[in-house]
């Protein structure tokens, strides 16, 4: 049976149809206390793969619950769906006395999951915190399905590390050159932009990346295309969490359109990951 969280239902109804499973039923409620409930009244199976996104505490909350409600209604097996991983960006700890985050959050899923399967999480590292078996999915190359006709396309990524993510959706695509911009980060909101060598100008470019936070980084590369000439500029991202005035400032900055999966429900998730995660699930 496929368990959604709140924030994964439509992916995890896509995903049920993708296996031929049945889709649990799930209450989601909220005390006058602020401590929330999710409950699976009528779950009757052996096995249960929950889908659950993480994109708040609340969220990281919820799928602990589904964990034990499963658990408790009888099943013997439970697969752990993490579309979107929050808190996989705390994978260190960045000053004295600071949380590993991503641990301390993979070892609380870890305690009543027999397995997780995560969908690009930023640094595949982050797996080795779980304490059960993990498996990672690369759902770039779906990115690659709500892109128009591009003319002369090139795929560009905002910093070195994310390179993969531009040459998998240009592989997936059929055509194109990539490249990646030099980033310095000065703060969480912070990035200087500095443009890379490749010829933009009168070309369509696709800046594409794991995850859209605070759109900060994105905005500031659309603005340096816009300003150096490129026709016609696309974001497109794995995740597209778009915290805060994320949406203003890619529109302020020149964006024409932005595409992401349904790892965060968004607007712009105009493509779905259940494909791959069910090949992943089936193998």
Avoid: W
Avoid at 71 to 87: D, Q
Avoid at 123 to 147: H, Q
Avoid at 151 to 165: E, H, Q, R, T
């Amino acid at each position: 049976m496929l368990v959604p969280g709140a924030s994964s239902q439509a992916l995890a109804a896509a995903l049920a149809a993708e296996l031929g499973e049945s889709l649990a039923a799930v209450e989601y409620d909220r005390f006058p206390d602020g401590e929330t409930l999710a409950a699976v009244p009528d779950f009757d199976a052996d096995a249960a793969t929950i889908v659950a996104s993480t994109a708040s505490n609340d969220a990281y909350v919820e799928l602990l619950q589904l964990q034990d409600a499963v658990r408790e209604a009888g099943a013997s097996e439970v697969t752990t769906v993490i579309p979107y991983m929050g808190y996989a960006r705390q994978d260190k700890a960045f000053e004295a006395g600071h949380p590993i985050s991503a641990r301390a959050v993979a070892r609380a899923v870890s305690t009543t999951a027999d397995r997780v399967v995560l969908v690009n999480p930023h640094e595949d590292a982050v797996s080795e915190f779980f304490d059960v078996p993990v498996d990672i999915v690369d759902a770039a190359g779906r990115l690659a399905e709500p892109l128009p006709a591009l003319d002369d396309p090139l795929f560009l990524s905002p910093d070195s590390g994310a390179i993969g993510i531009a040459e998998t959706v240009r592989d997936a695509y059929g055509e194109g050159e990539t490249d990646y911009f030099e980033k310095v980060r000065h703060s969480g909101t912070d990035v200087e932009i500095t443009p890379s060598d490749a010829d933009f100008e009168g070309r369509d470019v696709v800046i594409t990346d794991d995850i859209i936070a605070t759109g900060s980084t994105m905005s500031e590369a659309v603005a340096v295309l816009a300003d150096g000439g490129a026709k016609r500029v696309f974001c497109a991202t794995v995740h597209p969490l778009l915290a805060r005035n994320a949406r203003t400032k890619l529109a302020r900055a020149g964006i024409e359109r932005v595409v992401g999966t349904d790892t965060i429900e968004r607007d712009v998730s105009e493509v779905s990951v259940a494909p791959v995660l069910a090949d992943e699930l089936e193998r």
